[in-house]
């Protein structure tokens, strides 16, 4: 029997994230996951200063080895619709690779990690719990996105009572004929609103790789909207006519639309597979690092008595950073009002981008005082 002292299932930024805290504070962690890394993963891929500096990451030394793009401008719009692009006196976020972040992060987590290891089981015993019927961990913490298993064995009801945001997105390298006439600036991500405001697309030029995607509140007509979405790009000479690969597609909850249980007796949630990703932008890896580490926080306080009464902290202090979590109404009069509000620079600019997208107006998490 692989005995540990936790046992993280998900090794994407905020299975790594809580792995790097708690085992550089002594803790004996395993990280397991079905994928082999590096792995693809479906994302746009930016992250902001706040989620730099939480993540102790060496922006240049990191970019000698991976792709790590400036972000100095935005271009916003309604698909079908012109266009504005907002400029930043500086970098306000950084394009990465998904492949490459999420590798360097369990890379340098210091956790033992079993790749290429699907969750299969996970049962009591005792004071610990037994995945797999190999693995001994007093604590289980789920971190496989939005269909962890961990997740839905605290009783998540996937695909039933759960409000769920689909997204379809492709990146790959651009040929040198097609980075030649790609008119996509590298700095400056572009965010095309649907007409109806139930969802939006982008497409972001990161170095030499482009990625496209749309994601919507309902999964329902996703693939027309993204077809359409497509044309339009096509149209004004954003993307290739032809793209060269098939649209992966990806699923997650919106913070305040998820009634799933977050703690239990040895077991924890975290990031997307405890539905926290931002209401208005669908951003994950903020809430997926912030959720890991005070998570992180809340297990030392523990001091290795993993029962829920010990864990509940972390619940009430995730609605303390996060907020109650309550969406507004988006109906025909609101709907109507924000499709002329996003003619407006400065509602681009001081609502759209810096208060949604870059959460400018949170005050960041310092490290060591999660």
Same mark, same amino acid.
């Given at each position: ?45 930016? $992250? ?144 095309? #609103? ?37 044309? #339009? ?36 949630? $975290? ?100």
């Amino acid at each position: 029997m692989n005995g540990c002292d936790v046992l993280i299932v998900g090794g994407g930024p905020a299975g790594s994230s809580a792995a790097w805290q708690l085992s550089r504070h002594g803790l004996d962690v395993v990280v397991m996951d079905k994928a082999e890394f590096p792995r693809d993963k479906v994302c746009a891929g930016w $992250i902001t200063p706040a989620v730099i500096g939480l993540l102790e990451l060496d922006v240049d030394d990191y970019a000698k080895r991976h792709v790590m793009q400036p972000i100095t401008a935005f271009r916003t719009g309604l698909i079908d619709g012109e266009s504005m692009k907002i400029e930043y006196r500086s970098a306000v976020s950084y394009g990465i690779r998904r492949s490459e972040l999420d590798n360097h992060l369990l890379l340098r987590s210091g956790a033992r990690v079993l790749s290429s290891q699907p969750f299969k089981s996970l049962k009591r015993n005792g004071g610990d719990w037994i995945v797999n019927d190999s693995i001994s961990a007093r604590l289980v913490i789920g971190a496989g996105g939005h269909f962890c298993p961990v997740a839905r064995f605290m009783g998540a009801k996937l695909g039933t009572n759960e409000h769920v945001i689909a997204a379809k997105e492709m990146e790959f390298e651009m040929s040198p004929m097609q980075s030649d006439t790609c008119r996509v600036s590298k700095d400056t991500p572009e965010l095309y #609103f649907c007409r109806d405001l139930k969802g939006y697309g982008w497409c972001f030029r990161k170095g030499n790789y482009l990625n496209i995607g749309l994601g919507r509140e309902e999964t329902h007509g996703l693939s027309e909207n993204l077809e359409h979405f497509c044309d #339009f790009l096509v149209q004004c000479g954003r993307i290739p006519a032809r793209l060269p690969h098939r649209f992966q597609g990806h699923a997650y909850l919106l913070y305040g639309q998820s009634n799933r249980k977050l703690v239990g007796d040895g077991l924890l949630l $975290i990031g997307d597979a405890a539905g926290l990703a931002s209401p208005q932008s669908g951003e994950g890896i903020r809430p997926a690092v912030e959720s890991a580490l005070i998570a992180a926080d809340t297990i030392l306080a523990a001091d290795m008595e993993y029962r829920k009464d010990r864990l509940s902290p972390y619940a009430s202090r995730l609605s303390q950073r996060f907020g109650k979590g309550t969406l507004a109404k988006t109906g025909p009069m609101r709907r109507a009002i924000a499709r002329v509000l996003l003619r407006n620079a400065w509602f681009n600019k001081h609502v759209v981008l810096d208060r949604w997208f870059l959460h400018a107006h949170q005050e960041a998490l310092l490290p060591g005082r999660f």
